[in-house]
């Protein structure tokens, strides 16, 4: 039955980087998969950091997974934050380009020259949030929260938050406890400003969550190269470290609970309250009050998570069809 | 000591039941006191355009930077390209679906300069104070009509015009409260007389002696224009001449639309007294706009020249199709071609008002260049009804304001009401935020 005569979509996913690692990228496969499944909807990608090059590539690659736009569907530009440092452009983001075909012609097109192409993220989140009903979106962060935390601050968005959004997943930090995380340290106050402020219950998928379930890099040549024959995905995975090598896995495991809540991939701790202290750790503070959670990798599904990573990130792009089945309910414990 | 006492800014030529303004003239400058002559003021208009354009004929192929050759649609506006700002990347978020399903067009419309997304309803119509009237509030009071509102389509303000959205949505700019729009004026005899009748109700004893002599305007304050003549020099009164020249010649152009009316068929659609030939129709409602402009009647116009979802037909192009129904081409060349053809038809027609207005002179300057007339439109692409990369010009330089002769491509998804913002800055309105706007526009100020 069409979406609109009853039922409802699958939830939109908000997806916000920094793409400092290739599990952030692949995340976005992860999710297009998801998408194929109807188990979500990319709403939009926003960057946590000013680097064009970078841009260029997330938008080649939502090219490649969108398709054309068309009647009534818009392809909605790669949010990018325009200041705080540019980070480093691996050559994941640019080999890619290089790649032709047998008649000279480049396979990926950087359609980002310049800032112009890509969008401010505050205002792609408002405006793409406004596109989503009630409690039917969820945010995945996998960088500095920066973006999020001025989200938090625009007049009227925190609101919006609240009344869209039903969680947001965290690929970060370090839980029960642990170093200071990468994406946790570079806007700290950030990082803060988010488990302090932020409207809607917060899942955690810390670094030993991504450690625990790498990614196998096998799959590049094999189910990805299958499914098609240019992935820009695999291609950028192939140029961002000599193969073959296996990565950890962070924000795929956000992403895949992000969608998949109730699929029983992971376990998921007591409610608590994380919280950020100056050197960027994180600290979980059990508490029935609090909204936040993390994620506990659970070796015995250790192998249907794999399976899941290779099965949904490698599968070939579909045109979302505009209307889908309803979808399942929420997972029970992340209501508020 | 030379004591000459200047004219009012605000001087009427009167008669019975017509009180007609008149231009900028040195005479209102106080004598030999250029320096501290008062700027012009800047005057603002919205004309607004239906069903989205062909983007491939409206967009140059470049980005940033001087406006060099124009596309295909704009190319009657080629002299005027120094001043032209060709806007790129402005999006109307409000205008879109979001959760309210099918209906582009009434949104559209209802948003354009509301900034609000508005309700899909029949009944229960609600959008916003429209941004040119949040203007109008603030410094309608300078002029004798806080703003005016033209059209030439459809006045209908009840039913259904797109999938559930009222008719008030599409045939309306500009909204004086979020359930009240200010319908636009389509007649050209109702417009000529509201701009120079007096603004007192007429005794029937006037009233017949207008009318049985049927003579101009012009004839009712012929003893004003004579007194004012005599005070000026040979430059104001040539320029007097000449403008009052042009509103003989707009009451002219009325008179004879009125007596083709009367000649053709009596089934035609048009109320009497409406061109039925759409460029004429044009001309006298833009030239009208160009004299209320120049003798500072108002400040702020909005021009609704055909409404959102119009299937008006372009025979005069020989084009029998609806408008509407063609921008549904589904990337068919010849559809195409046909929607083109009518996007440079409309442009060609407003290049004749640009260059009236760059014509008439105010001080050093010329009136287009006091000015900030906005031509655009609530779809980019009315085939796919894209709400984002909106066509938008600016013509005209807002008092030394703009640095014209320039494409300007800002952030894709900038919200449109940052123009607005900015073009509020202009007209002495600094607000902080207008409809979903994040911010100014950047770029467009000379600096």
């Not at chain 2, 949104?107 to 959008?127: E, F, N, P």
């Not at chain 2, 053809?341 to 008439?360: C, D, L, P, T, W």
């Amino acid at each position: 039955m069409p979406q609109f005569f009853g039922g409802r979509q699958a939830a939109g996913a908000f997806y916000d980087t920094d793409f400092s690692t290739i599990d952030s990228l692949l995340a976005v496969s992860l999710l297009y998969g998801l998408q194929n499944k109807n188990d979500c909807r990319v709403a939009i990608i926003t960057m946590s950091r000013p680097n064009l090059a970078v841009a260029g590539f997330a938008d080649a690659v939502e090219r490649f997974y969108h398709g054309p736009a068309g009647n009534f569907s818009q392809l909605p530009p790669i949010g990018m934050r325009t200041d705080g440092p540019p980070g480093e452009t691996s050559a994941a983001f640019t080999a890619p380009f290089q790649k032709r075909k047998a008649d000279g012609t480049a396979v990926y097109k950087n359609q980002v020259r310049t800032i112009i192409d890509t969008g401010d993220p505050i205002t792609l989140i408002r405006n793409y949030l406004e596109a989503q009903r009630d409690q039917n979106a969820f945010f995945i962060l996998s960088g500095p929260a920066s973006n999020l935390a001025a989200a938090l601050a625009f007049p009227g968005l925190k609101a919006l938050i609240a009344a869209k959004v039903k969680y947001l997943v965290v690929a970060g930090g370090a839980f029960p406890d642990g170093p200071p995380e990468e994406h946790v340290r570079a806007d700290i106050a950030a990082a803060g400003k988010i488990f302090a402020e932020w409207p809607t219950p917060i899942v955690a998928s810390g670094t030993e969550v991504g450690a625990a379930l790498e990614f196998p890099g096998a799959s590049i040549d094999k189910q990805f190269a299958q499914a098609v024959p240019d992935n820009p995905v695999a291609d950028a995975y192939r140029a961002y470290q000599p193969m073959p090598y296996d990565t950890p896995a962070g924000a795929m495991a956000a992403a895949l609970y992000a969608a998949r809540p109730r699929e029983g991939y992971f376990k998921l701790s007591d409610s608590g309250t994380i919280k950020v202290d100056e050197q960027g750790r994180t600290s979980f503070v059990p508490g029935e009050k609090g909204n936040h959670r993390y994620l506990i990798a659970d070796s015995a599904q250790k192998e249907k998570i794999l399976s899941a990573y290779v099965e949904l990130a490698s599968a070939k792009p579909e045109i979302r069809r505009r209307f889908q089945p309803p979808v399942a309910q929420d997972a029970p414990e992340l209501k508020k | 000591m030379i004591t000459r006492k200047s004219l009012p800014r605000r001087t009427f030529l009167r008669g019975l039941g017509t009180a007609v303004g008149i231009p900028f003239l040195d005479a209102m400058a106080p004598a030999f006191a250029a320096s501290t002559m008062p700027d012009p003021p800047v005057r603002m208009a919205f004309f607004y355009l239906p069903n989205g354009m062909i983007m491939d004929a409206w967009n140059p192929t470049y980005d940033d930077g001087p406006l060099r050759e124009l596309p295909r649609s704009l190319k009657a506006l080629e002299p005027y390209r120094a001043d032209t700002l060709h806007l790129g990347n402005l999006t109307h978020n409000t205008g879109r679906a979001l959760l309210d399903g099918a209906g582009d067009h009434g949104r559209c419309s209802g948003s354009y300069l509301t900034g609000i997304q508005v309700k899909k309803s029949l009944v229960d119509i609600r959008a916003g104070v429209s941004f040119d009237q949040i203007v109008a509030s603030q410094i309608g009071g300078r002029t004798r009509f806080p703003s005016l509102e033209l059209g030439m389509d459809d006045a209908r303000q009840a039913g259904d015009c797109d999938s559930g959205y009222s008719c008030a949505y599409t045939n309306n700019l500009a909204w004086k409260s979020e359930t009240q729009p200010l319908p636009p004026v389509l007649n050209p005899r109702v417009l000529f007389e509201r701009l120079f009748g007096s603004g007192q109700p007429m005794t029937a004893e006037e009233r017949r002696r207008q009318s049985k002599y049927r003579r101009s305007i012009l004839d009712f304050v012929t003893d004003d224009t004579h007194r004012l003549e005599a005070s000026l020099g040979p430059t104001d009164r040539r320029k007097l001449d000449e403008y009052l020249s042009a509103v003989r010649e707009v009451e002219r152009q009325i008179e004879r639309a009125e007596s083709d009316n009367r000649q053709i068929d009596p089934h035609m659609e048009k109320p009497y007294g409406v061109p039925a030939d759409f460029a004429e129709h044009f001309k006298l409602m833009s030239d009208m706009i160009a004299i209320a402009f120049q003798a500072d009647l108002t400040r702020v116009v909005t021009f609704l020249v055909t409404r959102e979802g119009t299937s008006r037909p372009y025979r005069e192009l020989g084009i029998p199709d609806g408008h509407h129904p063609l921008t549904h081409h589904r990337n068919q060349a010849e559809l195409m071609e046909k929607v083109r053809r009518i996007n440079e038809y409309h442009v060609q027609q407003f290049a004749g008002f640009v260059e009236k207005m760059k014509a008439s002179k105010e001080g050093e300057r010329s009136l287009l260049d006091n000015s900030m007339i906005v031509y655009g439109a609530g779809l980019s692409d009315g085939n796919a009804h894209l709400h984002e990369d909106l066509p938008t010009l600016i013509l005209g330089r807002g008092g030394n304001y703009f640095k014209t002769g320039r494409r300007v491509l800002a952030r894709r998804e900038t919200p449109m009401c940052n123009l607005f913002l900015t073009m509020m800055d202009r007209m002495g309105l600094p607000v902080e935020q207008f409809g979903d706007s994040t911010g100014r526009l950047d770029g467009l100020n000379l600096g």
